[in-house]
DNA sequence: TTATACTTTCAATATTTACTGAAACTTCAA
DNA sequence: TTGAAGTTTCAGTAAATATTGAAAGTATAA
């Protein structure tokens, strides 16, 4: 006779949640187990341990503590102290704004900034050229350069905005 | 006696742009070379065959080919043919406002999309549980699923507008 | 102190993703 | 037709990334 322990609707559906967040991670350039724990801290009503996270998502110590250090680098997470409890506990930022602005100011930094830097280089380095096709290059170079600092200072200004004095004005772009 | 071959500042300057195009295409979710070849097209003056972009970039026909393709499924470049010849060409979309559309169509189709359907869900999924617990799983999800739909409708709206439209109101944003 | 609970590190390994190159396929001119 | 020019495919391999697990490091209570 066997013993089927039945998950709740609930259950299921968080464990749904922290796959499938854990499969997008990937297409975001965050890795699978961050974007997992990730998942798990948001859906879990109180601060999660190293050895909780390790159980639920059947990953190693290593892994654990690095992804969840780097999670409280991004400031996607903290850890909380319990009385009575040598141990760390994690907690997620759950504010759907503030997560949005952690992950705009972090990919801009990883991905538009050095774009940035490399147009301008090549602008510089070919500015006092003659050929009608160094100018050609040179202005598609500082067509790049323009636009890419545009799109960076638009996302800096939205990301360090309170959601309530920026959202309106997004709003109004659809007039 | 050696004969060094100077390159000009022009080309080193183009093959700056690409190596370092490509090294970006990674934390863009393009793979290396795509971004490569695409950078490649961008600085040609004229278009480029099959065995020049394996040439210049030192790669196999089967890679070349593929990214290639890519790009044109993408709409990051198209195929032309030279009278007289039977090769296929290839030149890049030089506009920077339809790169990013097209990028921003791609990124929202591969990533956004996505995240939303699960999110939507998990909401559903969890709409008519009673607890406490599953209430605040469901609002999260709630919570979660309004924000990147909007994102996504942001984007959208940006990405198929016309620069000229759409550029005035957003610098508005910085009022 | 020292034993214990807990955290961090990192070399070895596994997994995922990209690339090669040669064979199969297609197209077209003679 | 045939064959030369060009393109596509894909099994095998290489490169990049993520993960493990055990050893070393820290902090605390007794």
């Given amino acids: 006779?066997?013993?089927?322990?039945?998950?709740?609707?609930?259950?299921?559906?968080?464990e749904d949640f922290i796959a499938q967040?854990?499969?997008?991670?990937?297409?975001?350039g965050i890795n699978r187990t961050m974007a997992q724990i990730h998942a798990l801290l948001l859906v879990s009503p109180d601060a999660v341990s190293?050895?909780?996270?390790?159980?639920?998502?059947?990953?190693?110590?290593?892994?654990?503590?690095?992804?969840?250090?780097e999670m409280v680098g991004w400031g996607l997470a903290r850890s909380v102290?319990?009385?009575?409890?040598?141990?760390?506990?994690?907690?997620?930022?759950?504010?759907?704004?503030?997560?949005?602005?952690?992950?705009?100011r972090e990919r801009k930094k990883?991905?538009?900034?050095?774009?940035?830097?490399?147009?301008?280089?090549c602008e510089i380095n070919t500015k006092d050229l003659g050929s009608a096709e160094a100018k050609a290059f040179?202005?598609?170079m500082a067509d790049l350069s323009e636009f890419v600092s545009l799109a960076s200072s638009v996302l800096e200004k939205i990301?360090?905005?309170?959601?309530?004095?920026?959202?309106?004005?997004?709003?109004?772009l659809f007039h």
Same sequence: chains 1, 2.
Avoid: H, Y
Wanted: proline share 2%; glycine share 4%.
């Fill in 110 to 121: 990883r991905e538009i900034e050095p774009a940035s830097q490399v147009l301008k280089n």
């Fill in 81 to 104: 102290l319990k009385k009575g409890d040598r141990k760390e506990f994690f907690e997620a930022e759950k504010d759907v704004w503030k997560i949005f602005c952690i992950i705009a």
């Fill in 159 to 172: 990301a360090t905005s309170e959601e309530s004095k920026i959202m309106p004005k997004v709003l109004k």
């Fill in 138 to 140: 040179n202005q598609q």
């Fill in 21 to 28: 967040w854990g499969a997008l991670g990937t297409a975001w």
């Fill in 50 to 69: 190293t050895d909780e996270v390790m159980d639920s998502l059947e990953i190693s110590r290593g892994n654990a503590n690095t992804n969840l250090r």
């Fill in 1 to 14: 006779m066997s013993v089927v322990l039945q998950k709740s609707v609930l259950e299921q559906a968080r």
